[in-house]
């Protein structure tokens, strides 16, 4: 329903319309409260972490490289968690 009332409004990319109500639909929303709150955590520190890049230095350059460092030590620390991914997939 909510994909077709989205194409009817001429929405871009109409199909993202039901990912929240398939989210909703999930019987384990203990889960999904979690990960929403890590999406957001997240979300947050890396805006933050951005913005602060930006703030330091204004270069293109420096900030793609800045934030590309940033990447990498997030890589890293996962692999480094046993397990990362059965706790990524399981709900």
């Given at each position: 329903?909510?994909?077709?009332?989205?194409?009817?409004?001429?929405?871009?990319?109409?199909?993202?319309?039901?990912?929240?109500?398939?989210?909703?639909?999930?019987?384990?929303?203990?889960?999904?409260?979690?990960?929403?709150?890590?999406?957001?955590?997240?979300?947050?520190?890396?805006?933050?972490?951005g913005l602060a890049l930006l703030a330091v230095s204004p270069s293109p350059w420096v900030t793609g490289i800045g934030m590309s460092a940033?990447?990498?030590?997030?890589?890293?620390?996962?692999?480094?968690?046993?397990?990362?991914?059965?706790?990524?997939?399981?709900?």
């Open positions: 329903m909510s994909f077709v009332v989205a194409t009817a409004l001429g929405v871009d990319h109409a199909f993202w319309a039901a990912m929240p109500v398939w989210v909703v639909a999930q019987p384990w929303r203990g889960v999904t409260m979690e990960r929403a709150l890590w999406r957001l955590v997240g979300t947050i520190v890396g805006g933050t972490a940033r990447r990498a030590c997030c890589w890293m620390q996962m692999l480094r968690t046993p397990n990362w991914m059965q706790r990524s997939l399981k709900p």
